[in-house]
């Protein structure tokens, strides 16, 4: 098929879904397809300002940028032009007709069907050119590419249905111009006065003015020819943050994130002297679809004295700050800069620890606010990574934490470090936490037992990066970390070893009974003092990498050297008295095993032979009825 012949092409699967979904969950919110139809008109100025940085031909003569905006209330249409980078036919298949990120077809499944649950997802996915089909029930694309001729223009439409045609067009000037054909009841976007207001509203911050035909007499019929800008058109963070109103930094929010709720708060610096920079960074509500993706879409935009130079420029903040959103505009850094000088820049890497560090103040004030717990909620684990990513903000980022604790005793993950040293014992030296894959098993670990007896607080863990991020840790001002399935539990009151050494010796038959029949699966059996209701528990020793922790390398497919756990006994329980009491050897085994097997799931542990125990617990319950 030549290039000029027209063509009907399908759109692209998740383009058909995604679009279809748009139209029917966004129909409440139906003006921001304005918003996003300029925000992308901005971004083809944008990369055209970039590309003729040395290609000057790309700029046709023609350097003014703007975007033109005009309507026609009896053809009930709205068209939004641009003098940016335009597309060529390709691009405009491609860029239209398929959905580019990564991740569409997983983000498409967790769509519920609910309304309003997917408009929020929509929004966070970013609605983009799609949100036309909103108002229009067809949509025109003229376009040509920078620097290319007249001829080589295009035209795209589509009902917005299965399939878009395109063909060529002549377009004397360069860029994009798309004409909506608004649905009835979608007739006010043909109204002047309503589009001045909604672009006002969304578009103030925009560096590009946009443009419409001075306001006429309702009833004079003159030809539209002059135009005037109605943004300020200046980009936003070059404005002093006294003449910022917060609607203004929400609505840049949502130009840059794309997202659809507003951000929860923002930073915005001018740093002046060795390094001159302006940065405005902001810390989103939601999570994006993408968030666990470590190679998704992430970094602030660039820019070099206001000229939009890159998109996620990932080289100014780590990898566990992904979800903020913003620009940095620097003095310092030259026109030309590609991503891998950014990478070599010594300049980029000061601006780097100095956004990071801002980014974490801003969390810490952000802390004290009610709404700390719905972003710990969605960010909080991202966040935890940074403390083996971040060596030199470990303790700002620990301060961040926050805990389900023995104290509050509910899943909610409400209580700081500061919290817990607040409530600690006067003779505490150690912050004590246990962890488990859930929250209940966590929270019903017979490690807890003597913790609970004595007052003292433990954090229960369960996210999956818990183990870890504590021993990336290792203390918090000065106080050990202390998992309360390891090792020894710290200095102990005289009482207390006295106590232990009466257990001792009362118990040496017994444990020398049980170490002969465990000795495959145990290092050793003690008595302890830590169990007050369960007959046992294990204890890996202080260096040994805890249960869970060897669970998760497993299951990553790592080989893990086995070191035997401690099995520790509570010699008063009735089941150790009644193992004690047994003459039975056979008898004597199975208990133990079965007493061994049980401290294991009480862990949240498997068995190595599931079947085995079952066999053994049977013939027992079959004595006990018969
Ligand atoms: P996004 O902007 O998030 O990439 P969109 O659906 O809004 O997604 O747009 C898809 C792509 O279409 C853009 O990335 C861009 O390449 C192209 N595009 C959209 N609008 C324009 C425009 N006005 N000028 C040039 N290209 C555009």
Redesign the pocket.
Known sequence: MSDTAKETLGFQTEAKQLLQLMIHSLYSNKEIFLR?LIS??S??IDKLRFESLDQENLLEGEGDYAIHVSVDKDAKTITIA?N????TRE?AIE??GTI?KSGTASFMASLTGDQKKDAQLIGQF?V???SGFIVANKVEVH?RRAGTSATDGSLWVSQGEADFTIEAKEKDSR??S?TLYLKDDCAEFADDWRVRSVIKKYSDHIAVPVMMPVARDADTESEQSSWEAINEATALWTRSKSDISDEEYQAFYKHIS?DFDDALTWSHNKVEGKLEYTSLLFVPKNAPFDLWNREMARGLKLYVQRTFIMDEAEQFLPLYLRFIKGVVDSNDLPLNVSREILQQDGAVESMRSALTKRVLDTLAKLAKRDDYKGFWSTFGQVLKEGLGEDFANKDKIAKLLRFSTTHNDTPEQTESFDDYVARMKPDQDKIFYVFAETHNTAKRSPHLEYFRKEGIEVLILSDRIDDWAMMQLGEYEGKKLQDVAKGDLGEQSDEAKRAQEALEQSSEGLVERMKAVLAEQVEAVRPSVRLIESPTCLVVGDFDMGAQMRRIMEAAGQTVPKTKPILEINPEHPLLKMLDAEVDEDKFRDLAFILFEQAQLAEGGQLEDPASYVQRLNALLLKLSG
């Open positions: 996003e992308n008109a971004d083809a641009d940016g980078i335009g597309m691009e860029h239209l580019a970013g983009g050119f799609y376009t860029g994009t798309i794309h």
